[in-house]
């Protein structure tokens, strides 16, 4: 799954913006943590297929997902 594949789901721009700053930490520091994730998604991603999705995009671009740093 690629960048535009994401874009195109039925998330809203500001949940869009909140995954971009995902990818950014995650490019930096060469992998973001499960906390990170929860702290910078808004309390509207509350479905889990939401959250899949999210995880499954940062996976697919080879980020790494640490349960701590």
């Known amino acids: 799954m690629n960048k535009t594949n994401f874009k195109t789901t039925s998330f ?3 949940h869009q913006q909140k995954v971009d700053e ?3 930490i995650a490019k930096e ?3 973001i943590t499960y906390e990170e994730i929860n702290e ?3 309390m509207t991603f509350d479905s ?3 959250i899949d999705q999210v995880l499954i995009f940062l996976r697919g671009m ?3 997902i640490l349960n701590q740093s």
């Open 29 to 31: 520091q060469g992998y």
């Open 40 to 42: 910078i998604l808004p």
């Open 48 to 50: 889990p297929d939401q």
């Open 22 to 24: 995902l990818v950014s």
């Open 12 to 14: 809203s721009q500001q």
């Open 62 to 64: 080879d980020l790494q």
